[in-house]
Nanobody, 121 residues
């Protein structure tokens, strides 16, 4: 089994910062692309940022210049530094990762349970 566990969410005032983490654990042979998504009530799940195993990065236009995605391959952990937060950033943030499990030739996608980010004064 593979688990993705997010942490670092919370309540922050507009203009503030938060740092999210996503740790992958379990019977992992290799972790490929990883990404952050978010979903606000009544909305679809949207891409925030993705990072390949080699470090290639794509951001949603709405977060460019404010959010920074990174990863530590040795720890199978991904981060999202969120600065200059706005009320419209309020959502549940979920991490996604493509993983090859030990003894498995197939890459499979996994999701974390999500962490709530609320931006409000």
């Amino acid at each position: 089994q593979v688990q993705l566990v997010e942490s670092g969410g919370g309540l922050v005032q507009p203009g503030g910062s938060l740092r999210l983490s996503c740790a992958a654990s379990g019977s992992i042979l290799s972790v490929g692309g990883m990404g952050w998504y978010r979903q606000a009530p009544g909305n679809e799940r949207d891409l925030v940022a993705i990072i390949s195993s080699g470090g290639s990065i794509t951001y949603a236009d709405s977060v460019k210049g404010r959010f920074t995605i990174s990863r530590d391959n040795a720890k199978n952990t991904m981060y999202l530094q969120m600065n200059s937060l706005k009320s419209e950033d309020t959502a549940v943030y979920l991490c996604n990762a493509w993983v090859r499990r030990t003894g498995d030739r197939t890459w499979r996608g996994y999701w974390g349970q999500g962490t709530q980010v609320t931006v409000s004064s």
